[in-house]
């Protein structure tokens, strides 16, 4: 088997054996399906629940996209200020970790009073988690350009704006894609919290009631249908990385030569 064929596996088996582990401690400790279920009866609840997995899924899915398109546009924007300028950088930077460094879920009840229950609270929670990694690494790029490339750029004659869009952002571009592939699971995060405090519909809710009912099967397929998701969106953007950085993503002949 070739060493690409193993890489692409490796994943497959990884999560098989995983699953294999779960099913043996779960037969070998008789654990109750209460407490934790066989992974064939959480694909029984998958298919069971079906219907109601795909609708608040793509209600959950709806959510975290909106909060993490909001996230990419202005993030992105702050981090070109932040790390454009050391005075932004020295007078910003500070404020963003201590804002991160609040925990989200205990600003959800503060939401819905603002905002009631529902969609906006999941939308703004999911923004607000996935914005920081966004902000933080776009700022990274540009605070870390080589100050000769600048000189370079200014003898030359180029604007602020010349430097931005093409030495900024061009070299951002690997930061700005690991920053998406981390933001967007956090954003999924960030919404099912939001659901289970203070959702109407969703994955959350789903996770919510099953819970109260202690179905434990269907809150584990609930969660399956979430991992699911950011998986996917996770391989979307790495797919857009490879097509748009491939310059800057190491192939398999430099994995190969520290034993990749």
Not at 6 to 34: C, E, G, H, N, S
Not at 100 to 121: Q, R
Not at 163 to 178: D, E, H, L, N, Q
Request: aromatic content about 14%.
């Amino acid at each position: 088997m070739s060493a690409n064929s193993l890489q692409r596996l490796a994943p497959w088996l990884t999560a098989a054996v995983l699953v294999a582990a779960w099913w043996l401690a779960v037969v070998a400790f008789d654990i109750k399906t209460f407490v934790l279920p066989t992974p064939w009866e959480v694909l029984k609840a998958l298919y069971t629940y079906r219907y109601a997995l795909f609708i608040n899924g793509l209600a959950t899915l709806s959510t975290t996209l909106l909060g993490f398109v909001v996230a990419v546009v202005f993030g992105m924007a702050l981090g070109i200020v932040v790390g454009s300028s050391r005075l932004a950088y020295s007078a910003l930077y500070p404020l963003l970790v201590g804002f991160n460094s609040v925990p989200k879920a205990a600003l959800v009840p503060i939401f819905v009073i603002w905002f009631g229950t529902g969609t906006v609270p999941a939308v703004i929670t999911a923004f607000m988690l996935s914005f920081f990694p966004i902000v933080a690494n776009i700022a990274t790029a540009f605070a870390t350009i080589e100050p000769e490339l600048l000189e370079v750029m200014r003898s030359l004659g180029a604007s602020q704006r010349d430097m931005t869009v093409k030495i900024g952002i061009p070299r951002s571009m690997p930061y700005f894609f690991a920053s998406l592939k981390i933001a967007v699971t956090l954003a999924f995060v960030g919404s099912v919290i939001a659901e289970i405090v203070a959702g109407n519909n969703g994955i959350g809710n789903v996770m919510l009631i099953a819970s109260s009912n202690f179905n434990v099967s269907l809150v584990f397929a609930a969660l399956f249908v979430v991992g699911i998701m950011g998986v996917g969106m996770y391989a979307i953007f790495d797919i857009f990385e490879r097509r748009m950085t491939a310059w800057s993503v190491r192939g398999s002949a430099t994995l190969q030569q520290f034993g990749g």
